[in-house]
C-alpha cells in the first residue's frame, strides 16, 4: 500500500499517526494499560466488542475482541492486513485504530468508541429516514469511500452494520471493519467473491469487479435508508442472490410515492448494473440530489470552530523532529473526544469537495470568508504560507491527521500529564514501568536515546544514515550528554507554546537558570 520511505537526513523523516498505532507484542498485557467495562457493545462471529477505558489519560475506547480458536490461519493474514491498511487510513468517517494487544488466546484492537451504535439498528429504529438525512449520511459515507479508492482500497463489504454512529446529535458516522478490504492496482480486476447478500454487487458474484462493487453496496445502502425496505427482498440467500444477479430492482412500492425523482435517479446512477456506467464515488459527491439534499456547513457552529482552527493554524509552528513527533503522538492518541469534535467542524467546513484532505484552493476560500477585512494578495500570501507549515508530509494535501495537529489549541495539548504520556512513548523502559505499577514519572527521571527514537520513528523505513537520530537529541539536548531529559523535553514543547522555536545550543554553558 505505501512504499518504503528512504531517510538520509533528519529532514527526510515524515511523521504521521500511523507511526503510533503500536501493535504490542505478547510481554504487553491490554489489563495494564485498559480497564475493561463489562457490557457488551456487540458480537459475532469473530468474538465481541466492549468498551474500556484507557488508564492514563482516562478516556473512554472500545476494544474488538477476537479468539484466537475462532480465526482460521487464512483470517489471522487478512487480520494483519486490516491493521496495515488501518494504519494508512486517515479519515474523519472511517474508524480510527490506536493499538493492537495479544495474547495467548486472543487479540485485542482498540479502537475509538462510537456511542450511537450501528446505522443497521437506526434504519429498524426508524423505519425510513427522510431525504435531508440520509442525504448526510450518504455524503460523509461517499466522502470516506471516495477517500479509500483515491489509496487504491476497495471496502468490499459495505452495509449499515459496518457503519457506526459517532454522534447520534449530528449522525456522524464512521465506516467500519476492513477485515475484507483489498489494495488494488490501477486496472486490475479483484476475484474473490465477498460480500454479504443484500449489497452485493452483480459483478463480484460473476469473479471479476474492481471498485466499483462499493458503489452499488451504498446505492443498496441509500435504496434502504429511503424506503426501508431492501431492493432484492428474499428468504435465503440463494434468492437474494438469484434477484441480484438479474439487476432488477423497482421504485413502485409505497414507500417511494413520496421521494424525489433525483433521489431515484440517483439510486439508478450508483446501482447500474454495468460497472463502466456507474459513478464513480468522486462523481457521486457531485451529484444534484447530494449538492441539493445535504450542502455544505454553514451554521454558527462550524464558522466558529473554523475561525477558532485558522488562528490556532496561524500559532502553529513546529520544526524539530522530536517535537512534531510529541505533537502527533499527543493529538492522534491523547486528544479527547471534545477537542476531537471541535477539529472534525472545521475539517468538514473546509473541504469542499469532499476528498478527506483541504487543498490549497480549499484554504484559501476558507480564509476568504473568515477574514474578509484582508485583500485576496494578503489572504493567498498567508494560506500560502500556513498550507506548507500544515502540510508535513509535503505531498500538496493536507490530511486529516496533520490538519488536527496544526490546528488544536495549543494549551490543550500541552498539559502536563499528556507531556510526560507524549515522553514515555519515547523512553520505553519507563513507558512500560509506568503501565505496570501506575506510577506518575518525576520530573527529570529518565531519558531518551537516540536508539529509542529510532524504535519508535524507524518503523518500515530504509535508512542510509543512523546519523540522523543523533541529528534529532541534538535539536534538543542542552547539556549535550547525548540524551533527552524530560526537562529538555518539557523546554522544547514550551518552546512551542511560545512560539520561541530555535535550534538549542549544545554547550551546556549557554543554560541559564530561566532555561529550566
Same mark, same amino acid.
Given at each position: 500500500?505505501?512504499?518504503?520511505?528512504?531517510?538520509?537526513?533528519?529532514?527526510?523523516?515524515?511523521?504521521?499517526?500511523?507511526?503510533?498505532?503500536?501493535q504490542?507484542?505478547?510481554?504487553?498485557?491490554?489489563?495494564?494499560?485498559?480497564?475493561?467495562?463489562?457490557?457488551?457493545?456487540?458480537?459475532?462471529?469473530?468474538?465481541y466488542?466492549?468498551?474500556?477505558?484507557?488508564?492514563?489519560?482516562?478516556?473512554?475506547?472500545?476494544?474488538?475482541?477476537?479468539?484466537?480458536?475462532?480465526?482460521?490461519?487464512?483470517e489471522?493474514?487478512?487480520?494483519?492486513?486490516?491493521?496495515?491498511?488501518?494504519?494508512?487510513?486517515?479519515?474523519?468517517?472511517?474508524?480510527?485504530?490506536?493499538?493492537?494487544?495479544?495474547?495467548?488466546?486472543?487479540?485485542?484492537?482498540?479502537?475509538?468508541?462510537?456511542?450511537g451504535?450501528?446505522?443497521?439498528?437506526?434504519?429498524?429504529?426508524?423505519?425510513?429516514?427522510?431525504?435531508?438525512?440520509?442525504?448526510?449520511?450518504?455524503?460523509?459515507?461517499?466522502?470516506?469511500?471516495?477517500?479509500?479508492?483515491?489509496?487504491?482500497?476497495?471496502?468490499?463489504?459495505?452495509?449499515?452494520?459496518?457503519?457506526?454512529?459517532?454522534?447520534?446529535?449530528?449522525?456522524?458516522?464512521?465506516?467500519?471493519?476492513?477485515?475484507?478490504?483489498q489494495?488494488?492496482?490501477?486496472?486490475?480486476?479483484?476475484?474473490?467473491?465477498l460480500?454479504?447478500?443484500?449489497?452485493?454487487?452483480?459483478?463480484?458474484?460473476?469473479g471479476?469487479?474492481?471498485?466499483?462493487?462499493?458503489?452499488?453496496?451504498?446505492?443498496?445502502?441509500?435504496?434502504?435508508?429511503?424506503?426501508?425496505?431492501?431492493?432484492?427482498?428474499?428468504?435465503?440467500?440463494?434468492?437474494?442472490?438469484?434477484?441480484?444477479?438479474?439487476?432488477?430492482?423497482?421504485?413502485?412500492?409505497?414507500?417511494?410515492?413520496?421521494?424525489?425523482?433525483?433521489a431515484?435517479?440517483?439510486?439508478?446512477?450508483?446501482?447500474?448494473?454495468?460497472?463502466?456506467?456507474?459513478?464513480?464515488?468522486?462523481?457521486?459527491?457531485?451529484?444534484?440530489?447530494?449538492?441539493?439534499?445535504?450542502?455544505?456547513?454553514?451554521?454558527?457552529?462550524?464558522?466558529?470552530?473554523?475561525?477558532e482552527?485558522?488562528?490556532?493554524?496561524?500559532?502553529?509552528?513546529?520544526?524539530?523532529?522530536?517535537?512534531?513527533?510529541?505533537?502527533?503522538?499527543?493529538?492522534?492518541?491523547?486528544?479527547?473526544?471534545?477537542?476531537?469534535?471541535?477539529?472534525?467542524?472545521?475539517?468538514?467546513?473546509?473541504?469542499?469537495?469532499?476528498?478527506?484532505?483541504?487543498?490549497?484552493?480549499?484554504?484559501?476560500?476558507?480564509? +476568504? &470568508?473568515?477574514?474578509?477585512?484582508?485583500?485576496? /494578495?494578503? *489572504? @493567498?500570501? %498567508?494560506? #500560502?504560507?500556513?498550507?506548507?507549515?500544515?502540510d508535513?508530509?509535503?505531498?500538496?494535501?493536507?490530511?486529516?491527521?496533520?490538519?488536527?495537529?496544526?490546528?488544536?489549541?495549543?494549551?490543550?495539548?500541552?498539559?502536563?500529564?499528556?507531556?510526560?504520556?507524549?515522553?514515555?512513548?519515547?523512553?520505553?523502559?519507563?513507558?512500560?514501568?509506568?503501565?505496570?505499577?501506575?506510577?506518575?514519572?518525576?520530573?527529570?527521571?529518565?531519558?531518551?536515546?537516540?536508539?529509542?527514537i529510532?524504535?519508535?520513528?524507524?518503523?518500515? +523505513? &530504509?535508512?542510509?544514515?543512523?546519523?540522523?537520530? /543523533?541529528? *534529532? @537529541?541534538? %535539536?534538543? #539536548?542542552?547539556?549535550?550528554?547525548?540524551?533527552?531529559?524530560?526537562?529538555?523535553?518539557?523546554?522544547?514543547?514550551?518552546?512551542?507554546?511560545?512560539?520561541?522555536?530555535?535550534?538549542?545550543?549544545?554547550?551546556?554553558?549557554?543554560?541559564?537558570?530561566?532555561?529550566?
Open positions: 500500500m505505501t512504499r518504503t520511505e528512504e531517510v538520509n537526513k533528519k529532514e527526510d523523516l515524515k511523521v504521521n499517526k500511523g507511526v503510533f498505532i503500536k504490542h507484542d505478547k510481554s504487553s498485557k491490554f489489563s495494564d494499560v485498559y480497564i475493561l467495562d463489562e457490557n457488551v457493545l456487540g458480537s459475532g462471529g469473530y468474538g466488542v466492549q468498551k474500556c477505558q484507557h488508564k492514563v489519560s482516562k478516556q473512554q475506547r472500545a476494544v474488538k475482541i477476537m479468539k484466537k480458536l475462532n480465526i482460521q490461519k487464512q489471522h493474514i487478512r487480520l494483519q492486513y486490516e491493521i496495515e491498511i488501518l494504519k494508512n487510513l486517515d479519515h474523519p468517517n472511517i474508524l480510527r485504530l490506536y493499538e493492537v494487544f495479544e495474547d495467548k488466546k486472543q487479540y485485542y484492537l482498540v479502537t475509538e468508541l462510537c456511542q451504535g450501528e446505522l443497521f439498528d437506526e434504519i429498524v429504529s426508524r423505519g425510513k429516514f427522510e431525504e435531508k438525512d440520509a442525504a448526510h449520511i450518504l455524503k460523509q459515507l461517499l466522502s470516506a469511500i471516495n477517500y479509500c479508492h483515491k489509496k487504491s482500497v476497495c471496502h468490499r463489504d459495505l452495509k449499515p452494520e459496518n457503519l457506526l454512529i459517532d454522534d447520534s446529535e449530528n449522525m456522524t458516522i464512521k465506516v467500519i471493519d476492513f477485515g475484507t478490504s489494495v488494488y492496482a490501477s486496472e486490475e480486476k479483484m476475484e474473490l467473491v460480500g454479504t447478500a443484500y449489497y452485493i454487487a452483480p459483478e463480484v458474484l460473476l471479476k469487479y474492481d471498485q466499483k462493487c462499493d458503489i452499488w453496496s451504498i446505492g443498496v445502502i441509500l435504496y434502504i435508508l429511503l424506503s426501508g425496505e431492501p431492493p432484492f427482498p428474499g428468504n435465503s440467500d440463494a434468492e437474494i442472490i438469484k434477484k441480484v444477479k438479474a439487476g432488477k430492482y423497482y421504485f413502485t412500492r409505497p414507500a417511494w410515492k413520496n421521494r424525489s425523482n433525483l431515484k435517479q440517483f439510486i439508478s446512477k450508483l446501482m447500474n448494473v454495468d460497472p463502466n456506467e456507474r459513478l464513480t464515488a468522486e462523481q457521486a459527491l457531485q451529484d444534484p440530489w447530494i449538492l441539493h439534499k445535504a450542502p455544505e456547513l454553514q451554521d454558527l457552529k462550524s464558522f466558529e470552530a473554523t475561525s482552527a485558522l488562528q490556532n493554524l496561524q500559532k502553529f509552528r513546529a520544526e524539530q523532529k522530536l517535537q512534531q513527533a510529541a505533537l502527533t503522538f499527543i493529538v492522534c492518541q491523547l486528544s479527547n473526544k471534545e477537542e476531537q469534535d471541535r477539529l472534525y467542524q472545521s475539517f468538514k467546513a473546509l473541504d469542499k469537495n469532499s476528498d478527506g484532505k483541504i487543498s490549497r484552493e480549499e484554504l484559501i476560500d476558507g480564509y +476568504k &470568508k473568515i477574514y474578509e477585512h484582508m485583500s485576496e /494578495e494578503a *489572504i @493567498i500570501e %498567508e494560506a #500560502d504560507r500556513l498550507f506548507k507549515i500544515a508535513a508530509d509535503g505531498n500538496g494535501e493536507i490530511d486529516y491527521s496533520e490538519w488536527q495537529i496544526a490546528t488544536i489549541n495549543k494549551y490543550d495539548v500541552l498539559q502536563e500529564e499528556k507531556l510526560q504520556n507524549a515522553f514515555k512513548l519515547f523512553d520505553k523502559v519507563l513507558y512500560l514501568i509506568f503501565y505496570q505499577v501506575q506510577t506518575q514519572l518525576q520530573d527529570g527521571s529518565g531519558s531518551i536515546s537516540a536508539t529509542e529510532k524504535d519508535v520513528l524507524g518503523v518500515g +523505513k &530504509k535508512f542510509g544514515n543512523d546519523k540522523v537520530w /543523533e541529528d *534529532i @537529541i541534538k %535539536e534538543v #539536548d542542552i547539556n549535550g550528554d547525548g540524551v533527552i531529559s524530560y526537562d529538555e523535553f518539557k523546554i522544547m514543547m514550551t518552546k512551542f507554546l511560545n512560539n520561541e522555536i530555535t535550534v538549542i545550543q549544545k554547550d551546556p554553558a549557554n543554560i541559564t537558570e530561566n532555561d529550566h
